[in-house]
């Protein structure tokens, strides 16, 4: 078993700057690639930004420049530093870890964006 918590999110006003996180537990015994998804109410799920287990990162078009995923190996944590927010980055956010042939989701984070 794996378990993510995200945490992080919340309302901001345009231009402002959120940092998500996300902590993996459970059985995850090497560096795993882990992502970030968005979704919204009735809408596909997203690849917003992912991670590599040596790095390598890629993003969403609509983010680059203003999103930076990153990690903490040592603490199995994934970050998702959002700078520049819009309003149309309001979705609820959910990190993955990919172990083996198996994706574990976090329960989701909420980032709305006032404009």
């Known amino acids: 078993q794996v378990q993510l918590v995200e945490s992080g999110g919340g309302l901001v006003q345009a231009g402002g700057s959120l940092r998500l996180s996300c902590e993996a537990s459970?059985?995850?015994?090497?560096?795993?690639?882990m992502g970030w998804y968005r979704q919204a109410p009735g809408k596909q799920r997203e690849l917003v930004a992912r991670?590599?287990?040596?790095?390598?990162?890629d993003y969403l078009d609509s983010v680059k420049g203003r999103f930076t995923i990153s990690r903490d190996n040592s603490k199995n944590v994934v970050y998702l530093q959002m700078n520049s927010l819009k309003p149309e980055d309001t979705y609820i956010y959910y990190c993955?870890?990919?172990?083996?042939?198996?994706?574990?989701w976090g329960q989701g984070t909420q980032v709305t964006v006032s404009s």
């Open positions: 991670i590599t287990s040596d790095g390598n990162t």
């Open positions: 459970g059985s995850i015994f090497s560096i795993r690639p």
């Open positions: 993955n870890i990919v172990v083996g042939s198996r994706v574990w």
